[in-house]
């Protein structure tokens, strides 16, 4: 047995040959120049020898089997020609593997992504343990690239042109069983047996009772879908399903701010229009292109620095606390999100509300979100019955004292938590936490009346729960970092994605998105088209306008959190509460009350509503640039950002620019609010400020902190 390079590889007396990927100093097992390297001289090796009768790659991990490419390798790649001269490198190892003599298999548990797909797509024999952690995909356009060890070419080949082109141009993730359906793995196995069943498939293989699956091209093989066979033979056919697959692309990405998907068509085009070489020639030359582009750049940026924070805080790590049952307090849609996060974990969960039709809606809501995984094969019914069955709801207070953590929920209003806490504290046990699910109070004040203030903390869930992966974890004053540590491994736990902040009033996200919303709320107030300045939005970048998503938030917590701010932050936020209110009292509350600053159809969004001028007493119309609109709003968000670095709300430029794109979808292309400053130049940023504060009001007067980076040259990053 031999171990080097990541990889360890062992000889069985039946002539199968085990190539584990193992590399113990990390949480998943990466694909490098270094393993790669490796594998290559096995395979020629193994070519040469005839004592090999098979070959079979597993990992030494449980819950991982190969997470593609080094992220920090790939994105220290600055030009074309390295970046496709690295692509023809994978290329070629995968193909002296794909056109071995001996039958090849893959035993795969736990993750299996990007290039550990790709390697397994050059094996003849795939097989999935039956594990929850098991998840097969390529999904490079995530990060702004496409699949270039040959995914493209040979995933069509196997699973079909049209399932091809919808797996990687939305870099999907398939769970066993949707993996079986798909024809991309030829068995689910139970992990007891999966590595048995392996080599009993590779002996078959070997011995001529198998023969491997082969891909579809010229006759239409048995089993392949009548739509696949004709995209591979009939021209017009497969140009009509990828003109159809642009026009879907288009509706969610743009292609001057994410080129990944579309290129991605033309490699799969490739797949079916070209023989095997010019096609791997032509991924590997797109990926060159890619590769060193901004928005590649950017995506991997995010990634790795999600990657950073969902590691535990190693010196508060040690001193958090496993927890083994939850609670809920607040039932309704929030509550429900919750405690069917919870449930997902295999936890049992209390959940309380004093009205028994909240409690319905919660139970309701939780059964909604796993439907939906069912309808998309992700989770069988069975699995539901036990998680629905793991929340406990109840009238009262009775169960809480057995609870590690509780998660307040209830309505945002500081003298009800106030009382929830009152009513909870003296049943909770001595090490239990006291986590409030509060957008803008701050956690001072609601521990102000406790016992024991260093057992709350603030978790702020982002509406819906289910979709967004932010939350905010917030110490208070007297929050102990065992709580805060406590709090922010269980966000880690329930999937999510835990950006610690000081407590302050908004914190970190709803504080400076409300200075983003407010500008909006300026430019109708001097005449500026509600659809004009949403839309000038969208174009930057943006998922919805800013009036769009004021809709969408509910016109009332808009008006909530401007009130908190406007009391904590005087005339820099001031502006939008009058306007705000006249809305309100007018019936207009936003999407869910049926109309806002626009009017709604069956629940669907159409025009601006013409009343909402008259009601902001808009001055008279006129019209700015697109490029004005995005400068004031975007500006406003950067100098508030600076604030809050300065403030301490966070203690890293890298968190915020995660929390603002996590958290209000601000472009991840741009790679974060401070990214694009740095990216614009900081004293552009600085000089656009003061024009801006000479003509608008000094609340564009730069922040210090912007001010002092224009005096010592410096960026929020160091990296260019």
Not at 217 to 226: C, D, M
Request: positive net charge; glycine residues 10%; aromatic residues 6%.
């Amino acid at each position: 047995m031999s171990a080097t390079g990541g990889l360890r590889e062992h000889l069985e007396a039946d002539g199968i040959l085990h190539i584990v990927f193992d590399q113990p100093d990390r949480p998943v097992n990466l694909l490098d120049g270094g393993v790669l390297k490796r594998l290559l001289g096995i395979l020629e090796r193994v070519r040469v020898e005839n004592q090999v009768q098979g070959l079979l790659f597993r990992s030494a991990k449980p819950d991982n089997f190969l997470a593609g490419m080094d992220i920090d390798a790939l994105s220290g790649i600055d030009d074309a020609y390295r970046a496709s001269e690295g692509a023809r490198f994978g290329q070629t190892v995968f193909q002296k593997l794909a056109d071995l003599s001996i039958p090849t298999a893959c035993a795969i548990q736990g993750g299996c992504m990007g290039g550990g797909a790709e390697l397994a797509l050059a094996c003849d024999i795939r097989l999935a343990g039956e594990h929850p952690a098991t998840l097969i995909g390529l999904p490079e356009v995530r990060i702004g690239i496409i699949p270039g060890f040959g995914g493209t070419q040979r995933l069509p080949r196997l699973v079909g042109f049209t399932r091809a082109v919808e797996m990687i141009t939305a870099g999907r993730r398939l769970t066993p069983g949707q993996a079986l359906r798909a024809g991309l793995v030829d068995e689910i196995v139970p992990p007891a047996r999966l590595e048995a069943r392996a080599i009993a498939l590779l002996h078959q293989a070997a011995d001529g009772k198998r023969r491997p699956r082969i891909g579809i091209r010229g006759k239409r093989a048995p089993g392949t879908r009548l739509l696949d066979w004709a995209a591979t033979t009939v021209p017009p056919v497969r140009r009509r399903i990828l003109n159809e697959a642009r026009r879907k692309i288009a509706r969610r990405a743009d292609p001057t701010h994410y080129p990944a998907p579309f290129q991605a068509l033309d490699a799969l085009d490739a797949s079916v229009s070209m023989p095997l070489p010019q096609g791997l020639d032509l991924e590997a030359r797109i990926i060159g292109e890619l590769i060193p582009g901004d928005t590649a750049r950017n995506l991997m940026w995010l990634f790795r620095s999600q990657a950073a924070l969902r590691k535990p805080m190693r010196e508060q790590a040690a001193r958090s606390r496993e927890i083994r049952k939850a609670g809920v307090i607040g039932a309704g849609v929030m509550g429900g999100s919750i405690a069917g996060l919870i449930a997902d974990q295999d936890l049992p969960v209390r959940l309380k509300d004093i009205r028994y039709d909240a409690i319905l809606t919660a139970l309701r809501t939780a059964r909604e979100g796993w439907d939906r995984s069912i309808r998309r094969g992700r989770l069988d019914p069975g699995r539901r019955n036990d998680r629905m069955a793991r929340i406990a709801p109840t009238l009262d207070n009775s169960g809480f004292a057995r609870c590690d953590l509780v998660v307040e929920a209830v309505v945002e209003s500081l003298e009800v938590k106030q009382q929830v806490l009152a009513e909870l504290e003296p049943l909770m046990a001595d090490h239990a936490v006291f986590a409030s699910n509060t957008s803008s109070i701050p956690i001072g004040e609601i521990a102000a009346a406790a016992t024991r203030p260093d057992r709350v903390v603030g978790l702020h869930f982002f509406n819906p729960v289910h979709r967004m992966p932010l939350v905010e974890v917030i110490a208070g004053p007297d929050s102990s970092p065992p709580a805060v540590a406590t709090v922010r491994d269980f966000a880690l736990r329930l999937g999510k994605l835990p950006v610690v902040v000081k407590d302050s009033p908004g914190f970190l996200v709803n504080r400076i998105l409300m200075f983003y919303l407010g500008e909006a709320i300026r430019l109708l107030e001097e005449g500026v088209r509600i659809d004009a300045v949403d839309s000038a939005m969208t174009r930057f970048g943006m998922p919805l306008g800013p009036f769009a998503l004021m809709d969408e938030i509910g016109l009332e917590t808009v008006l909530h959190v401007a009130r908190v701010l406007q009391a904590a932050y005087g005339k820099r936020a001031e502006g939008s509460t009058r306007a705000l209110e006249s809305l309100i009292v007018s019936e207009r509350r936003g999407a869910r009350g049926g109309g806002g600053f626009y009017r709604y159809r069956r629940g669907k969004r159409t025009l601006p509503d013409p009343e909402a001028y008259n009601l902001f007493e808009a001055r008279q119309a006129r019209d700015l640039p697109p490029e004005t609109i995005q400068e004031r709003l975007v500006l406003a968000m950067v100098n508030e950002a600076a604030v809050c670095l300065e403030d301490g709300v966070v203690e890293r430029p890298m968190d915020l620019d995660i929390a603002m794109v996590t958290g209000t979808g601000f472009p991840p292309f741009r790679g974060g609010l401070l990214r694009y400053a740095d990216c614009i130049g900081i004293a552009v940023t600085v000089d656009r400020l003061a024009r801006l504060a000479d003509g608008h009001g000094e609340r564009f007067r730069p922040a210090g902190l912007l001010r002092e980076m224009v005096t010592r040259q410096r960026r929020f990053y160091r990296e260019a």
